[in-house]
Nanobody
Framework: QAHLVESGGGLVQAGGSLRLSCAAS????????MAWFRQPPGLEREFVAS????????DYADAVKGRFTISRDNARNTVYLQMNTLKPEDTAMYYC?????????????????WGEGTHVAVSS
């Protein structure tokens, strides 16, 4: 049983937008900080953004600040990543992750649950 399922990836031109979605199991979503990570080709997985359980707190990697917005819909058990002004360097596999608790985390090891990923490709 998949606990986290991502969708919304695709191919887009530089300057365009995409919105990623991640549907989670209720018991995980309601008790977890949710986050997005990405892994560019040949590189390590890196933090993108996280959102607190109440949606009052968010954190972003410097590379995406001002362009990406993370949000969560607690009624739908879904977390979103709105990506605007996309750049070729945003090309990566994007993963949804969940960390039980309240604290925002940026480290991969803090997250227990992971989705299979959705691919985003940005052409120049």
């Amino acid at each position: 049983q998949a606990h986290l399922v991502e969708s919304g990836g695709g191919l887009v031109q530089a300057g365009g937008s995409l919105r990623l979605s991640c549907a989670a199991s209720e018991h995980i979503f309601s008790s977890s900080v949710m986050a997005w990570f990405r892994q560019p080709p040949g590189l390590e997985r890196e933090f993108v953004a996280s959102v607190s359980r109440t949606d009052f707190g968010t954190d972003y990697a410097d590379a995406v600040k001002g362009r990406f917005t993370i949000s969560r819909d607690n009624a739908r058990n879904t977390v979103y990543l709105q990506m605007n002004t996309l750049k070729p360097e945003d090309t990566a596999m994007y993963y949804c992750a969940a960390a039980p608790g309240y604290n925002l985390h940026a480290g991969v090891r803090s997250y227990i649950y992971w989705g299979e990923g959705t691919h985003v490709a940005v052409s120049s």
